[in-house]
């Protein structure tokens, strides 16, 4: 069994990866934990790209160490496991298109994501990863809710 785990270092992604170290997996079964840092977005000319330049690049390495440790610390729930192996990626692109690039590429059985829970204008502005995965991905995918209060 191969299963890819969407990680975005957020409450939602931990429960994810918890509910995935808690199962009895085949003998043999891989698990990736992935990030994708997001694509950075460009800033106008006209804004001042040599005044904003330095502070978004110290942003996007502040975001990439910050996604690096939360992969690095995701992977140790799944340490002394004999049925499975873990391992981590970090990619960086637009997040959907991404992840479903790497899940072809890994071979996935099945695809895990947490739900963030956004409804209305929130996930009309934000989108939805979880809708575009169970939409797009070639594997089974499973959606970790966090339960209700």
Known sequence: MRILVAYDGSPSADLAVEEMAR??????????????????????????????????????LSQRQALEAGLRKAVTRFSGRTDLQADVMLREGAVVRTLLEAIREFHAD??????????????????????????????????IKRPQA
Do not use: N
Request: overall charge negative.
């Open 23 to 60: 199962r009895p997996w085949p003998a043999g079964s891989a698990v990736r934990l992935i990030g994708v840092l997001e694509d950075a977005t460009p800033v106008p000319a006209e804004v001042g790209i040599d005044v904003y330049g330095p502070v978004l690049e110290k942003l996007r």
């Open 110 to 143: 099945l695809v895990v994501a947490g739900s963030h829970g956004a409804k209305g204008f929130e996930r009309l502005v934000l989108g939805s990863v979880s809708h575009a995965l169970v939409t797009h991905a070639p594997c089974h995918v499973e959606i």
